[in-house]
């Protein structure tokens, strides 16, 4: 998925009104999400990006809406401006910072981010991270330099449990939901996070449920594209893997189905020659450790029953098929 494929995603840049730009800076400097209310009931007709832009341009003087992402109340994430520009949202965080609006007022005693602003704020996070993985340092609007006096993105939230994946739905939901295409499972109205048993299938959710890779707890595991916990082999880009009936990804040797084979620290099934411990191996393109005798680019080596090459050693041979010309072709 790429930012602009979130299922509530509205561009409208070319759309919305300006007064010049904010300044090019490039994203290189961008390690920071800055995240803000906007301190205006979410269903006023104040509280959209167009309104946002208005006021920041006619009382502000800038040069268009400083934030270039609005979380409306239902949930649409409207974004106004690239991820290169430097927007006043958050003094000298400007430059080292992304500015992400949730349209509401969310002081105590006033609103609460709607479920569908707190998904949508969540998955976009999730997506700037993806495009540009410096972005680690997510603060509120008040935790920036010179804004502890501010109260946003106000204390009626924790933006920082919407950040971890801890959200509480306000409405009632159990079970499985697919929300903006993505699939989440709740228990009491909470997003249920890690493992999940369902019909004797495990997922992982964190809390959307995970696909592809995970890790945990030092372990890697690998979920299809269903969200279902993978064992045995898996292939994945034109690799072998193979996972334990626990769904850990195993490194090093591992005997499957009598034979022994061997993973390297990436979890890919090894084939060809294999220096493992100061010690040779040859392990067939199936990955299938050889054993016995073995031709590799014309020239004959042997490998013991426990697979180890053998060097400098006095070998008997059974029998050997020697050719019209002399050169040996077979040996048994
Ligand atoms: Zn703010």
Known sequence: MAIKDLPKYKDIRNTIRRNGRYPYVGT??????????????????????????????????????????????EGTIWQTDDLDRRTYHAGNTNTRSIGICVAGD?????????????????????????????????????????????????????????????????????GWLKENSTWF???????????HKDKSMWYYLKPEMATGWIKDKGKWYFL???GTMQTGWVKDKSKWYYLNPSGDMVVGWKVIDGQW???????????????????SYYLHRSGVMITGWLCVDGKWYFFNPNGKMAQNAQLEVQSVTVNSDGSISQIN
């Not at 400097?29 to 104040?46: E, P, Q």
């Not at 709740?186 to 493992?195: C, D, I």
């Open 224 to 226: 299809a594209a269903n």
């Open 261 to 279: 084979y061997f993973f390297d620290n990436d979890g890919s099934m090894k084939t060809g020659w294999l220096k493992h411990k100061n010690t």
């Open 185 to 195: 499972y709740y228990a009491n109205n909470v997003a249920k996070t890690g493992w």
């Open 106 to 174: 969310f002081r105590k005693g006033k609103e609460k981010p709607t479920d569908a602003q707190i998904l949508s704020l969540y998955l976009l996070i999730k997506e700037l991270q993806r495009a540009l993985p410096k972005l680690t340092r997510i603060l509120g609007h008040q935790e920036c330099p010179g804004y502890s006096w501010k109260n946003c993105p106000g204390d009626n939230w924790s933006y920082k449990d919407v950040v971890a994946g801890k959200f509480i739905a306000t409405a009632k939901k159990n």
């Open 28 to 73: 290189a400097c961008k390690d920071t999400i800055v995240i803000h209310h906007s301190l205006t009931a979410m269903k006023l007709a104040g509280s959209t990006p167009q309104a946002f832009a208005n006021t920041h341009i006619d009382k502000n003087g800038w040069h268009g809406c400083a934030y270039p992402f609005v979380i409306t109340w």
